[in-house]
């Protein structure tokens, strides 16, 4: 089995938090391998594991959706 995600992108970005705050952090684009789709999470810092985990559940998420309506 090949990957879930491949990462193609991070790129510096300041964005706006939950609570409305600017955190200067980063972009980071991907593409989840199963639906062929371009996704994009904001992250305060490159933490790898961190960075993996929303991801995941990211996919996890959009698993869910593809299952709606069968």
């Keep these: 089995m090949g990957a879930l995600y491949t990462i193609t992108l991070t790129q510096p970005q300041t964005y706006l938090d939950n609570a409305g ?25 490159q933490d790898p ?6 991801i995941k559940a990211l996919i996890a998420d959009r698993k869910k959706l593809a299952s709606l309506g069968g």
């Excluded at 705050?21 to 996704?39: K, L, M, S």
């Design 21 to 45: 705050q600017p955190v200067n952090g980063f972009r980071v684009d991907f593409t989840i391998a199963e639906f062929d789709e371009g996704h994009s999470i904001n992250v305060p810092k």
């Design 49 to 54: 594991a961190e960075i993996d985990r929303r």
